[in-house]
């Protein structure tokens, strides 16, 4: 999958990050929700009720659409979550 990142925007360091196992780049001061978004990922999970897929949806952390698990701890809002180094991100797209 290509970065979708606007090219023109400067960002911090670049480090490393993990979602569902695959190695992605991402840079110091972005959120989860942005980092995921650069790496084509649009659904994060399913709805518990309705299976329906979730993605980002106000991305401001009042819908808590964007639920992720982040180093093993479920339930994290991407859209209010930075990128650390190392991070290990599980989305539920299936």
Known sequence: ???????SVLR???INIRV???AFTAYEG???HA???AAGHRVL?????THQPRGIFCGMGICYDC????????????????????MEI????T
């Open 90 to 93: 599980e989305v539920n797209e």
């Open 12 to 14: 911090g360091a670049k």
């Open 20 to 22: 569902n196992g695959k």
């Open 1 to 7: 999958m290509s970065d979708l990142r606007i090219s």
């Open 67 to 86: 639920l992720v698990t982040i180093n093993g701890a479920a339930n994290q809002r991407a859209c209010m979550t930075r990128v650390e180094d190392r």
């Open 35 to 37: 980092a995921l978004l």
């Open 30 to 32: 972005e959120t989860v």
């Open 45 to 49: 999970r399913k709805a518990p009720k």
